[in-house]
């Protein structure tokens, strides 16, 4: 085949893909992660219950495949916020206060349980392992510029962010989130020397 | 029937009870929480499996049973640390310390899965919102005491507290855990006041 034919084929498929992704996504945003169904998606996304199925075997890979955007989408947000600041300590708190805010609202989480099923896999994996680097070399950085505590590894101040911020979850609103930002960051803060 | 007969029988139920339990814990913690059987329960707690099945109807009741015996040690040991400090900055460092030694050894939650499943139920809810109070009723004290900041709740400190000690489970050993123990309290401390 020609390679401008095969290159149309890819270009439809990724769209269907993507429309169904986003059939979903919408839906999950309406009624909930539990109450999806692959004839609601496939009618949403406008297209054959046999056409989906030939993308997705099952709702599992649907719903896998849009968790795996969710995760996608949030890394580029925390890059991005990262990106914006310039001054280490600056970049470290943006990536901390949009990483708290995303915890607080993971869209279409509200289903605990089938949650906890979605928060496997090997996708999820990479993602945290993302993160954490991400964190963790912010942290250096930040430590390096001498703002915050340089005696103990990037990697374990990292670690305790990370843990510190999943409490966003149980938080009732954004200043909540805000203090407990700030209570984080200040768990950071370096220790003052003694006067010479 | 008389009431010393009654007495004889609750307390033979309760030894059984007991035996039970001690057996599954010593399973557990020899080839982890997936592989304990209702035969191997029987076996070393040297009862019949048909008795056995008369005090716990399957594996999960009993496994339940355990947890929550689990559940019940640890929070008489945080009770134990924070009656053994007078002093209120000593109160709270000392549960926040015993809380993150146990969390990073959880004996027998091995298997991560299952685990989860456990995590469930009543009985951890209860626990768990027993935990925040003593940790929030501390954090009071402390505040009171100007040991630490008094301008966010001591409802909100206590949920960062306990959040960002689960960090101690990816930690390697037990100094990175008191390295953990110092930034959370770190994160605690009064703001400095401007000088007048």
Redo the contacts between chains.
């Keep these: 085949m020609p390679k401008l034919w095969n290159d149309s084929i890819e270009t439809h498929r990724r769209a269907v893909r993507e429309a169904t992704i986003d059939a979903t996504a919408e839906l999950i945003a309406e009624h909930g992660l539990l109450s999806v169904t692959m004839s609601q998606i496939a009618e949403r996304a406008g297209i054959g219950r046999a056409t989906l199925y030939k993308y997705f075997p099952d709702l599992k890979s649907v719903l896998d495949a849009w968790h795996e955007r969710q995760i996608t989408t949030h890394l580029d947000q925390l890059a991005q916020a990262r990106d914006h600041a310039s001054h280490p300590d600056q970049r470290l708190r943006t990536v901390l206060q949009t990483y708290a805010r995303i915890t607080r609202h993971p869209r279409g989480h509200h289903d605990s349980?089938l949650a906890?099923l979605m928060h496997?896999g090997e996708h999820v994996t990479r993602a945290q392992q993302h993160l954490h680097a991400m964190i963790r070399d912010l942290a250096a950085e930040a430590a390096q510029a001498g703002e915050i505590r340089d005696d103990?590894a990037p990697d374990?101040?990292a670690?305790?962010c990370?843990?510190?911020?999943?409490?966003a979850s149980?938080?009732p609103d954004e200043p909540?989130v805000d203090?407990?930002v700030e209570?984080?960051?200040?768990?950071?803060?370096p220790l003052r020397r003694p006067h010479p």
Tied chains: 1, 2.
């Design positions: 349980e906890a496997r103990i374990e101040l670690i305790y990370l843990h510190a911020l999943t409490a149980s938080l909540a203090r407990l209570i984080t960051l200040a768990g950071l803060k």
